[in-house]
């Protein structure tokens, strides 16, 4: 279907765990070059369904815009998002993972993967993030770049100079 360009999907129970949206990933690594927004908030996709989609996304070349809202991604699921952003998708702009329990490793990974693409906008309202002021890596001096972390906004932002795997 040529003519589709936004598709929402939104609270369907779809669950990414399992076979329900094997089509749809296969779909999305395809070349469909008119959708360019996909809204499958409120679906519980988890880690599971995150790794999946994360890879159908790294070979998809025209959905500039991907809502996964309230999908209970945590922290295997987010850094599967964040190898997406992380240069494999040049394509994607706004990614918005609200109200998800991202936990600190995928947090800090979906912040580096921002820093890489500078492109691609990562919401992450109300979401269950390390905010520690203890343990948060923050540094003045570092490179800057505006977040916007619910009603918080820090300018200045260092990540740790090595990966967690």
Known sequence: ???????????NRLRGGGTELAALWD??????????????????????????LGLAMSKN???????????RIADLGAAALACMVDG?????RQLTLDKNPLGLIGSQELLHASFS????????????LWMDPATAPF??????????LDTVSYTHL??????IV
């Open 61 to 71: 070349t025209s959905i500039p815009e991907l809502d996964l809202t309230l999908n």
């Open 158 to 163: 260092t990540l740790p100079t090595k990966r």
């Open 27 to 52: 779909g999305l690594a395809g070349q469909n070059k008119g959708l360019t927004s996909l809204n499958l908030s409120g679906n519980s996709i988890a880690d599971a369904g995150a790794g999946n």
């Open 88 to 92: 494999r998708n040049q394509t994607l």
């Open 139 to 148: 540094d003045p001096d570092a490179l800057t770049r505006e977040y916007s």
């Open 1 to 11: 279907c040529s003519n589709l360009t936004r598709l929402d999907l939104s609270y």
């Open 117 to 128: 693409n500078q492109s691609c906008a990562i919401s992450f309202r109300e979401c269950e």
